[in-house]
């Protein structure tokens, strides 16, 4: 039998171990469950070529049946809809033909792929009004690593995505949850490689041929999975790097709300960016102090930071296990995929615009934004370097959003400068930044008058950056445009 080819749409959440049992001894799931113990087999190449062109390939053991299973995995939020091959297979082995992309990716040597890791799960399933619902438990075991799984996995059988999030809606009032952004799959090869550390932003998969539309789902999903990567490991151990990239994927979401603002015709981005704005803020308070231990030599100073710093972490640790803040990322990801914005009249042609089009008309804005305020840039005062700096932040962001529609060697090189340029124009602005903010941030910490403190705010120093971001603006202005 030849693999079947489809596609599914899923919503993932996470959860802990209590709201588990909680859910379960609720009367929200219909009936008792179906309680299937699986073991899966992943595989791959040496070279994890399957994985890095973002397909998987399991056998999975379901009692004695046996099922081999191909999905083209990508980022997602939440929100999974992508293409699977499915077959019944007669042993632990899978079979590579034609009927599945692997064949046309490894050619004519399947026999390099081998087994990497294996994931023993109990399923149990639930089936509701046009959702199949399942409760996860189990393990991810590579060689002598392993993780646990505990998650839920919400399918579309019937209807359309607003299905899976109201279903969403009702499991989050019962218990806590949020959004998973991780296949199984790729936990397994996570597991197989250093230890975890913070997530940067990753390269987004835009074509040539996609819309506005499409370009804009796939970026904002991008950025919600880059924040939820960074949110875990914040939350598991106060890890500063994770801290920064948090705040990096609310700015980039923020910044592309407003890259794409005429997409929409009614407040709801608004709404969602004063909200992002409101958990950037509430990160702030400790990345400032992690940033101003850095200035800081050992000894009692750094003692008083460091300590106002740990209650700084214990207060984000609440923020983000917050009501407020996981529902907040569940209305983003059912925006995202389901919002008015895709179907409103009035925003039609602009949502079937070519996306690489519409790239060059905002980067070329928001250059030319960058370029007017940082004119004259010695004689600014300190609100308008800061008002520029979050100028330059958008153009940077954009730049690397729309990358991948700029793909010709020339515009390649062109975007290298561009970008350095723009990164060290950002760097000076930042410099001067937080030397401005160190006296406020002393002071709440009552630390103003201690001799340590002159050294950060030193005004000499000021001086100095502000030339050095005039010498980087001027670099800027001359570097060439790549979208041209």
């Known amino acids: 039998m030849t693999a079947a080819a489809s ?29 299937v113990q699986q073991y899966a087999v992943y ?59 692997i064949l046309a990716l490894l050619g004519t040597n399947p026999a390099a792929i081998g087994p990497v890791f294996i994931v023993e799960n109990e399923r149990r399933l639930w089936r509701g009004e046009g959702v199949e619902i399942t409760l996860d438990r189990g393990r991810i075991v590579a060689g002598n690593r392993e993780t646990s799984i505990l998650e839920m996995e919400l399918e579309l059988k019937e209807g359309n995505a607003s299905t899976l999030f109201a279903m969403a809606r009702r499991i989050a009032e019962v218990a806590p949850v949020r959004i998973g952004v991780s296949s ?49 490991l914040v939350l598991e151990s106060r890890d500063e790097a994770a801290l920064h990239q948090a705040r990096v994927a609310i700015r980039r979401l923020r910044s592309a709300l407003v890259l794409f603002k005429k997409l929409f015709s009614d407040e709801t981005p608004r709404r969602f960016n004063a909200e992002l704005r409101w958990l950037a803020a ?12 850095g200035h800081a030599e050992p000894g009692p100073f750094l003692d008083r930071i460091l300590t106002a710093r740990d209650e700084a972490y214990e207060a984000v640790g609440e923020v983000l296990d917050d009501a407020r803040t996981r529902r907040l990322m569940l209305d983003l990801a059912e925006w995202i995929a389901t919002g008015d914005w895709l179907c409103s009249e009035e925003c039609r042609d602009l949502r079937e615009m070519p996306a690489r089009e519409f790239a060059a008309v905002v980067l070329e804005r928001f250059r030319r934004k960058v370029k007017k305020g940082g004119k004259r ?3 600014l005062d300190d609100h308008s370097r800061h008002e520029l700096r979050k100028t330059a932040k958008k153009l940077r962001y954009a730049a690397d959003f729309f990358s991948a529609l700029f793909p010709e060697k020339r515009e390649r090189r062109r975007r290298k400068h561009f970008v350095s340029a723009l990164e060290d124009l950002q760097d000076r602005l930042g410099a001067l930044n937080d030397l401005v903010g160190a006296p406020e941030l002393l002071a709440r910490l009552g630390l103003s ?35 041209r």
């Open 7 to 35: 596609e599914e749409a899923e919503l993932k959440l996470e959860l802990a171990p209590e709201s588990a049992a909680f859910l379960e001894s609720s009367s929200l799931l219909p009936g008792d469950p179906q309680i």
């Open 43 to 101: 595989f791959d190449t040496p070279a994890h070529d399957l994985s890095k062109a973002g397909l998987s390939l399991r056998v999975r053991r379901n009692g004695e049946e046996r099922i081999q299973t191909v999905k083209a995995d990508g980022p997602a939020a939440g929100m999974f809809i992508r293409p699977e091959w499915e077959r019944p297979v007669p042993g632990d082995e899978p079979i590579i033909d034609h009927t599945t992309p």
């Open 449 to 483: 008058d201690a001799p340590e403190a002159a050294g950060i705010v030193a005004g000499g120093r000021k001086a100095d950056l502000v030339d050095a971001a005039d010498e980087a603006y001027e670099t800027f202005v001359d570097a060439k445009r790549f979208w």
């Open 184 to 232: 199984k799959a790729e936990r397994g090869f996570r597991l197989m490689g250093p230890a975890a550390s913070a997530t940067k932003a990753g390269r987004v998969p835009l074509a040539r041929d996609m819309t506005v539309a499409d370009s804009f789902r796939l970026i904002a999903n991008a950025c919600l999975r880059h924040f939820r990567l960074n949110e875990a």
């Open 282 to 293: 509430e990160l702030g308070k400790a990345r400032d102090l992690d940033v101003l231990a």
């Open 377 to 379: 840039l010695k004689k």
